[in-house]
């Protein structure tokens, strides 16, 4: 059984710049959750895709966007980047009909300069 | 909104001794619990989760967790802790309705002295 992968593992940006963010699934799931984690905090929930469309949504901006393809991969992207948007970026893979229990990929560290 | 509280910023125990995080909820109906542990740099692992029934869940790496309604908590506890346990510590809980993203604790940043 393969676990949730995300890419890349480390991102520098500057102010301004956009940044695509991409996570495959665990095998089998259908949902895919996204998470901001800032340095020493809780993860936030950004939003969550489920049969490619939205299912819900953080207090995130809309420059903050997403995708789920059909194979449930999803990419998150960031447009306008600002310095606050540095974090630890994470993917979570679910599948609807088994409690919810979700799986976290590794993440992936975004520094915004 | 549901909301979730570990009073402990930082908890440090000895090698062997025994250990409990704490965790408290605020949450209308019966919550979906989860704990979570993570290493330096690295993702979420899940440790334990409650759903329903019995309210003392047992999870990987010998941590154990129980459900207490009446106190609003989900308390982690684990009788002997190795060094390896070193990590951040996440309380979640998750809406039973609606989108059903996690919403997380603060966290708990466990130190082992030897």
């Known amino acids: 059984e393969t676990g949730v992968t995300q890419s890349p593992t480390h991102l520098i940006k500057t102010r301004g710049q956009q940044v695509t963010l991409r996570c495959s699934s665990q095998?089998?799931?259908?949902?895919v959750s996204w998470y901001q984690q800032a340095l020493g905090q809780g993860p936030q929930f950004i939003f969550q895709y489920y049969r490619e469309e939205e299912n819900g949504r953080g207090n995130f901006p809309p420059r903050f966007s997403g995708l789920q393809f059909p194979n449930y991969s999803s990419e998150l992207n960031v447009n306008a980047l600002e310095l606050d948007d540095s974090a630890l970026y994470l993917c979570a893979s679910s599948l609807v009909g088994a409690a919810d229990t979700q799986y976290f990929g590794p993440g992936t560290r975004l520094t915004v300069l | 909104a549901q909301s979730v509280t570990q009073p402990d910023i930082h908890i440090t125990v000895s090698e062997g001794a025994s250990l409990e995080l704490r965790c408290n909820y605020s949450?209308?109906?019966?919550?979906?619990l989860f704990w979570y542990v993570q290493s330096p740099g690295q993702g979420l692992q899940l440790l334990l989760k409650?759903?329903?029934?019995?309210?003392l869940v047992q999870g990987i790496k010998g941590f154990e967790a129980e459900f207490k309604r009446s106190q609003s908590s989900f308390n982690l506890r684990k009788p002997s802790v190795h060094w390896s346990d070193a990590a951040e510590y996440f309380c979640a809980v998750v809406s039973d309705t609606g989108r059903r993203a996690l919403t997380f604790g603060s966290g708990t940043r466990l130190q082992v002295q030897p």
């Open positions: 095998s089998g799931h259908n949902t």
């Open positions: 409650y759903f329903s029934g019995d309210t």
């Open positions: 949450y209308g109906a019966t919550p979906y």
